[in-house]
Nanobody, 115 residues
Framework: QVQLVESGGGMVHPGGSLRLACATS????????MKWVRQAPGKGLEWIAS????????SYDNSVKGRFTISRNNARSTLYLQMNSLQPDDTGIYYC????????RGQGTQVIVSS
């Protein structure tokens, strides 16, 4: 059974940081390209970052490039997203997913950036 459990969200002030984690099981994580997507209030899913199975070729949406860092620990089957210089527009529910999945399977973790 495929499971993805996101954690690490919370409420921060603009300029703050958070580190999200996604614990996975039930599929060969070490050989799977992974991504983070988010859903802002009232909007659709937005891709923000991907990383291939080696962890050496991350890619980012322009809206987060230079502020967010995607990484992975294959030994722990865990995906991470370090988020720095957070802005109110970063508010939303963050999901991890296999790159091939159009709809995230996890519950997501909520991030609120507000003064």
């Amino acid at each position: 059974q495929v499971q993805l459990v996101e954690s690490g969200g919370g409420m921060v002030h603009p300029g703050g940081s958070l580190r999200l984690a996604c614990a996975t099981s039930g599929f060969p994580f070490s050989f799977t390209t992974m991504k983070w997507v988010r859903q802002a209030p009232g909007k659709g899913l937005e891709w923000i970052a991907s990383i291939d199975y080696t962890g050496e070729s991350p890619s980012y949406d322009n809206s987060v490039k230079g502020r967010f860092t995607i990484s992975r620990n294959n030994a722990r089957s865990t995906l991470y997203l370090q988020m720095n210089s957070l802005q109110p527009d970063d508010t939303g529910i963050y999901y991890c997913a296999e790159s091939s999945d159009s709809i995230p399977r996890g519950q997501g973790t909520q991030v609120i950036v507000s003064s």
